[in-house]
Nanobody
Framework: QVQLVESGGGLVQAGASLRLSCAASGRSGRFYNMGWFRQAPGKEREFVAG????????GYADSVKGRFTISRDNAKNTMYLQMNSLKPDDTAVYYCAADSHLYGTSLKLAEYWGQGTQVTVSS
């Protein structure tokens, strides 16, 4: 069992930055592929970014490429999402996900999910 806890969300103005964190605990969380998803009101949950267990491979949704950076520190069992140049369209609840086999957009079927953290970007 792996427990995931997100933090770092908040209310910011357009153009600002935020860094989200996802702390993993439990069963060898550092060996899991992980990713970030988001869900805005009235919309389906969508993939934002993914990172493999070692941190070598990453992938991003087109809507966030060049603005968001995913990373992880396996010594701390923590994954991050640095979000720069935030836009009102980035407003959503952000979730982290982890799975021992799935990677990237396939993480939508991930075994483990956090509770989510709200990000609100005002114009």
């Amino acid at each position: 069992q792996v427990q995931l806890v997100e933090s770092g969300g908040g209310l910011v103005q357009a153009g600002a930055s935020l860094r989200l964190s996802c702390a993993a605990s439990g069963r060898s969380g550092r060996f899991y592929n992980m990713g970030w998803f988001r869900q805005a009101p009235g919309k389906e949950r969508e993939f934002v970014a993914g990172i493999n267990w070692s941190g070598v491979n990453t992938g991003y949704a087109d809507s966030v490429k060049g603005r968001f950076t995913i990373s992880r520190d396996n010594a701390k069992n923590t994954m991050y999402l640095q979000m720069n140049s935030l836009k009102p369209d980035d407003t959503a609840v952000y979730y982290c996900a982890a799975d021992s086999h799935l990677y990237g957009t396939s993480l939508k079927l991930a075994e483990y999910w956090g509770q989510g953290t709200q990000v609100t970007v005002s114009s």
